[in-house]
């Protein structure tokens, strides 16, 4: 999810008890809920294909998810030891086992949100590199950012913890009902798409929607695209196909560069398109959740290789 969704939920959990727990809770889960997107920096110094092949992966982990938490508590209660050395002012007073309790649940909301969408997360880094897709919430989702936004505000003038609670609870009513249309959509779209049947099929969010679905489904040679609409009963129509153009030679191929070694780590439902240049191939990589590959995007990457691949 995006950093303010992560952001939203540090606050609420924050106003519905912690804060009143211990010093520096507030603090613990807020950067705690954004902590594993340190992982960006991969930024400064690669490009954006390396960003993908290391992003929500070992900084998003199990191993990361047991010792964050240890981290940011430390790092907090060295920072309150500093400003308490810096002014003769009482301060609040730190309970280490609670401040421990609010790092570790702010870490731990962070990969549960990234589950939540299409673009996934590595839960099991370094342990193995699978990716773990929940099809549930687009990456930015307004309605989750109202929701907690109200409750944070609404506790915070208030001085009560009920608010955020509350819509804490909503946001997770939701989320769990996104989820369940999502399986129904699968359910619905097996049932109702032509043949053949798919290897494969994704029945992920789309932007502002709640009652509609983007459906990719892998044929074996080609990608179906389409939509899922619940009115209330989920409806399937397919809205186009695309040829995938990967075979096991070009695969090979693409592997043995860092670029299209990294595109193929990150891809759910790569597609390829070729032109030859000279005695090399330019190869067009592209993943059908974030475009066709047809104009230029952060999800599509030219990678060359020898001619003899195709």
């Known amino acids: 999810m995006d950093n303010l969704t992560h952001s939203l939920v540090g606050l609420a959990l924050a106003h519905s008890g912690f804060k009143r727990r211990t010093a520096l809770a507030t603090a613990a889960l807020v950067i705690g809920a954004n902590l594993p997107d340190v992982d960006a920096l991969i930024y400064l110094v690669g490009d954006g294909t390396d960003a993908l092949a290391f992003r929500r992966g070992w900084t998003h982990g199990v191993l990361a998810m047991v010792l964050w938490p240890f981290v ?51 839960l099991l880094m370094p342990l193995s590199p699978r990716w773990f897709y929940g099809d549930a919430l687009f990456i930015i989702d307004p309605w989750v950012w109202g929701a907690l936004a109200i409750g944070w505000i609404w506790s915070k003038r208030r001085g009560t913890a009920g608010a955020a609670r509350v819509t804490l609870a909503l946001a997770a009513i939701y989320v769990g009902g996104m989820i369940g249309l999502s399986r129904w959509g699968v359910t619905a779209v097996h049932a109702q798409a032509d043949p053949p049947p798919s290897t494969r099929t994704m029945v992920g969010p789309v932007p502002l929607w709640p009652n509609q679905r983007e459906v990719i489904r892998d044929l074996g040679d080609s990608l179906e695209t389409g939509r899922v609409r619940f009115d209330p009963a989920p409806t399937y129509t397919a809205t186009g196909r695309q040829a995938i153009g990967l075979d096991s030679a070009l695969v090979r191929a693409l592997t043995a560069t860092r670029r299209g070694a990294n595109f193929l780590t990150w891809s759910r439902f790569p597609v390829a398109t070729t032109e030859a240049v000279g005695d090399s191939l330019r190869v067009r990589l592209s993943d059908v959740r974030y475009g066709s590959g047809r104009s230029a995007s952060w999800a599509t990457v030219d990678v060359m290789v020898p001619r003899a691949a195709n």
Do not use: K
């Not at 003769?88 to 649940?105: E, K, Q």
């Open 72 to 122: 940011l508590t430390a790092a907090l209660l060295a920072w309150d030891r500093w400003r308490q050395g810096r002014t003769t002012l009482p301060r609040p007073l730190v309970d280490v086992r609670w401040l421990l309790a609010a790092a570790a649940i702010g870490i731990w909301s962070h990969p549960l949100l990234d589950w939540f969408n299409s673009y996934g997360v590595r």
